[in-house]
Structure formats: structure tokens, C-alpha cells
């Protein structure tokens, strides 16, 4: 089996920040979610946990598999999708005048980098990639296999294992701390 978690809230989340690539720690309310999810999940099995170095993932992960046999490894090609100078600007996903707007409206338009911003194009890239080495193969010899990563990023594993179009990028709507299974 194949799963993703998004990781728990930060004060950025409540704050309504974009994150991308800054390095939000999770908040209190973000390590509760994750201890409740480890009690609601206890029953999945997992091999082995990938998560994004960034440590908000990286602490989800950790809160979610304490006390069980599970490696946790990073994975640079987890890390959250970059939004170069958009990061740290507020009620970005809501603003459609805003640099960021085409990505959150009409994501099948996002064709360049914005501000620095990395494109779906290079995102997709470097988490087909992770797919095609690292998971797949694992899903493919009967592991249980967990990622624990961002909004962005999860959203681009959907869409590939999914294949779905461009304009449906952001149609899982990951919520934080909910385990999802898509293999």
C-alpha cells in the first residue's frame, strides 16, 4: 500500500502564510493533531516512513510512528514545492489578484516560475522521480509505504498516481494530519 499524511498545523497555517520551503515548526495544536492521528492510525501497518526534511513533516512523522518499528527517512525530493518570494504572504490561496493566483485558480495555467517559485513541471519531476525509484518499487514487493510531506507536494503525488489532469491539482484537498491511501 501506498499513503500520504500531510503534516500537522503551524502558526503560519493559522496565520494563513504560505509556507512552501520556509522552515515552519508544527505548533501545539499541530503536535496534538499528530499525537491523534497516531492513536486513529495505530491499526495501519507500515514498512517504512518517507518524509520532507522540513521539520514540520519530519516532527509529524515522528509523533506519529513513536514507539513503533518504523524507519523514517527524508527525502530531499519531498521537500514542499518552493513559492520563492510569495513565501510568508498572507490569504495567498484566497487572492485572486495575487502573484500566486493562477497556481491556486487555475493550476493547469501555472506554466512559469513566479518570483523564484518553482513550476508543476519541476515538481512533478522531482516527486515522479521519487515515485518511480524509491516507492513504487517498495509498493510493488508488499510493503507498506508512508510519505509524510506538504500540500503541494502531496497534491502532486495524487495527481500522478491518480493521473489526473492539470485543472484537478488541488481536488484531494489534504488536510492536515489525515492519512490518506492511494495505492
Not at 492521528?37 to 516512513?49: K, L, N, S, W
Request: glycine share 8%.
Amino acid at each position: 500500500m501506498l499513503y500520504i499524511m500531510r503534516h500537522g498545523k503551524t502558526d503560519w497555517n493559522a496565520q494563513h502564510k504560505l509556507q512552501g520551503r520556509a522552515d515552519v515548526p508544527l505548533n501545539e495544536e499541530g503536535r496534538q493533531m499528530a499525537r491523534r492521528a497516531a492513536e486513529e492510525y495505530r491499526g495501519v501497518h507500515f514498512d517504512v516512513c518517507y518524509c520532507s526534511p522540513l521539520s514540520r513533516a519530519r516532527e509529524t512523522a515522528e509523533i506519529l510512528l513513536d514507539g513503533r518499528d518504523v524507519p523514517q527517512l527524508t527525502d530531499d525530493r519531498l521537500v514542499e514545492m518552493s513559492f520563492g518570494s510569495c513565501e510568508g504572504m498572507q490569504y495567498s490561496f484566497g487572492d485572486i489578484d495575487g502573484p500566486m493566483s493562477v497556481l491556486f485558480h487555475h493550476p493547469e495555467d501555472y506554466n512559469e516560475s513566479i518570483g523564484g517559485a518553482e513550476t508543476l513541471d519541476e515538481l512533478f519531476a522531482r516527486t515522479g522521480e521519487f515515485l518511480k525509484e524509491v516507492a513504487l518499487p517498495q509498493v510493488a514487493e508488499g510493503k507498506d509505504v508512508l510519505i509524510v510531506g506538504h500540500g503541494a507536494m502531496n497534491s502532486s503525488i495524487v495527481s500522478i498516481i491518480r493521473k489526473l489532469p492539470r485543472s484537478e491539482f488541488w481536488k484531494a484537498g489534504i488536510e492536515n494530519c489525515k492519512l490518506m491511501q492511494l495505492i
